[in-house]
């Protein structure tokens, strides 16, 4: 079995900033691309941020410039810095990892997800 536990949301008022982080653990070999996708009342899911192994990072236009993912190999887990944040950054953040677990399959791992709201 393999867990991802996301954390670090909550509220926080137009402009400021919040950092999310997930942790991976349980029958991980290995982890190629990890990251996170948000999804808002009555909304598709949708990507925010990936981070490949080797760190190359993508983003969806509409965070570019405020959001920063980052990963620790060591510790399996990623990070998402939110910063300047606005109201329509409000959702529930998936963290998402695709990696080989030890029965030598490739797979695709969701977290439980976590709240993010920007109000004032």
């Known amino acids: 079995q393999v867990q991802l536990v996301e954390s670090g949301g909550g509220l926080v008022q137009p402009g400021g900033s919040l950092r999310l982080s997930c942790a991976a653990s349980?029958?991980?070999?290995?982890?190629?691309?990890m990251g996170w996708h948000r999804q808002a009342p009555g909304k598709q899911r949708e990507l925010v941020a990936i981070?490949?192994?080797?760190?190359?990072?993508t983003y969806a236009d509409s965070v570019k410039g405020r959001f920063t993912i980052s990963r620790d190999n060591a510790k399996n887990t990623v990070y998402l810095q939110m910063n300047s944040l606005k109201p329509e950054d409000s959702a529930v953040y998936y963290c998402?990892?695709?990696?080989?677990?030890?029965?030598?399959?490739?797979?695709?791992?969701w977290g439980q997800g976590t709240q993010v709201t920007v109000s004032s």
């Open positions: 349980g029958s991980i070999f290995r982890i190629n691309a």
């Open positions: 998402n990892a695709n990696l080989y677990n030890l029965d030598g399959l490739y797979r695709s791992y």
């Open positions: 981070i490949t192994s080797g760190s190359v990072t």
